[in-house]
């Protein structure tokens, strides 16, 4: 039986649709009946959307207290950005609001903007965003209809690779610190190019030194944590 109290990192391959409050609360219930026990912390190493998959650190126990600093690696995802439509979140979370003419996009204005991305720059985070204003979520006020201008966030693009062949779907991998939005560099791409873009698919692929090869799904931890191995 894993000590789950005196503190583990669980790599943890968060399913599509699932919130990582939705993984830290499966877990945490399961590690609190197995152990009998009313309280264990129990939290995530940086938020991975609902519409995202892929590396989610989970910590119990003690090693909770190493969040911050896994929060503060460099994180890196593959995906999917979609030239020629956008929507208010800049992913699939809400509909399709405008559309764009793609003929005119060429191989050498792709390639220019992906180099545009790379190294420090400021970037402003989505207004779908769990970013806090005021003590409430970003996202709580978008739903709301209200029009907020986010405070940009400083953050490094350390390699942005590309592939164009199934254009206007655009497969990209992409390594980067903390605090960037995929969808805003999917968005801010689109716009770069003068048309719109959308992110519509996202798989975090590598957390600091931790892998997502190495992580196993929540049917699996739960089965370890219940012993059922």
């Not at 970037?123 to 979520?137: C, H, N, T, V, Y």
Request: glycine share 8%; hydrophobic share 40%.
């Amino acid at each position: 039986m894993i000590d789950f109290q005196s503190g583990q990192t669980l790599l943890v391959d968060k399913p599509l649709g699932w919130t990582s409050f939705d993984v830290v609360n499966k877990i945490r219930w399961h590690i609190k009946q197995k152990l009998n026990i009313k309280k264990i912390k129990v939290g995530h190493a940086g938020t991975l959307d609902p519409l995202a998959s892929g590396l989610l650190l989970i910590c119990t126990g003690k090693n909770t207290k190493l969040i911050t600093e896994m929060i503060g690696q460099d994180k890196a995802y593959t995906g999917i950005i979609l030239l020629g439509k956008t929507t208010p979140s800049y992913d699939l979370e809400t509909e399709f609001n405008h559309l764009f003419d793609c003929a005119g996009i060429t191989e050498t204005a792709m390639e220019s903007v992906r180099l545009s991305f790379l190294g420090e720059q400021s970037q402003i985070p989505p207004l779908f965003s769990a970013k806090k204003i005021e003590g409430k979520r970003a996202y709580d006020y978008a739903r709301e209809g209200k029009d907020l201008v986010l405070q940009p966030n400083k953050i490094t693009i350390k390699s942005f690779v590309l592939d164009t062949s199934n254009f206007p779907e655009l497969f990209f991998s992409i390594t980067c610190t903390k605090g960037t939005y995929i969808r805003s560099i999917a968005n801010d791409f689109g716009l770069k190019l003068g048309i719109g873009a959308t992110l519509i698919s996202l798989k975090r692929t590598q957390s600091g030194p931790h892998l997502l090869s190495d992580a196993k799904s929540v049917d699996w931890w739960i089965s370890k944590i219940n012993n059922e191995d």
